[in-house]
């Protein structure tokens, strides 16, 4: 299997302007999870997904985030407008199931910077 | 509050230094402990999940164990590729699948 695929994988972009980010999951996994991570507050976990729908979206900083699964097997995490604390590496991962001891897989990460 | 603790923050070894990484948790109802090595540019790369108390699961020169306050990773006689930053997560009962994530431990081995 290819893994966790995300796209792009480093995006610098400008204060006010919308941005994208892009991920697929490992086929036949039925959870994934957008996170965030930074040096002052390590891995943060955004939002999450079952079977396509959102479950757990506490950690969404604000309404300038939003994320969609329009399918089983891509899912997108907008930001718009854009700010220079967004900046940060976003990761995705899957899992096969949504439970407490289901092993997350992650991709390697987009790295944002907004200047 | 439901917290996870990684200690130390950085250790920095000689190659063949054994040494113990350390992650404690109060969380109540936990299911899984995770155990993810990340390497600078890269995601977290899984190592190892434990589901109770006293299990203990070994990969290479790492070996990992719990408690019910706390896990251990230990490295045994490590090399410099063993240089990285180690994660441990939690997973609890009535979350799903939302993992609790430590600050993690950056490992260093020089040769």
């Known amino acids: 299997d290819a893994g966790v695929i995300q796209s792009p994988r480093h995006e610098v972009t400008e204060m006010g302007q919308e941005v994208t980010l892009r991920c697929k999951p490992i086929s036949g996994h039925n959870s994934l999870f957008w996170y965030r991570q930074t040096m002052m507050r390590g891995l943060e976990l955004l939002i999450y997904?079952?079977?396509?729908?959102?479950?757990?979206d506490s950690g969404m900083p604000e309404d300038r985030f939003s994320a969609k699964m329009p399918n089983a097997s891509f899912s997108t995490l907008k930001i718009q407008p854009s700010e220079p604390r967004d900046s940060a590496v976003y990761f995705c991962?899957?899992?096969?199931?949504?439970?407490?001891?289901?092993?997350?897989?992650f991709g390697p990460g987009t790295r944002l910077t907004v200047l | 509050e439901d917290q996870v603790t990684q200690s130390p923050e950085a250790l920095r070894l000689q190659e063949g230094e054994s040494s113990s990484l350390n992650c404690s948790y109060t969380v109540s109802g936990l299911r899984g402990l995770f155990w993810y090595r990340q390497d600078p540019g890269k995601g977290p790369e899984f190592l190892f999940t434990?589901?109770?108390a006293g299990e203990e699961k070994e990969k290479e020169r790492l070996k990992a164990t719990l408690t019910k306050k706390e896990s251990f990773l230990h490295i045994t006689a490590p090399k410099p590729e063993d240089s990285a930053t180690y994660l441990c997560a939690v997973g609890k009962g009535n979350q799903g699948g939302k993992l609790i994530f430590g600050q993690g431990t950056e490992l260093s081995v020089k040769p």
């Open positions: 997904f079952n079977n396509n729908v959102p479950i757990d």
């Open positions: 434990l589901y109770s």
């Open positions: 991962a899957s899992s096969l199931r949504d439970g407490p001891t289901d092993t997350q897989y």
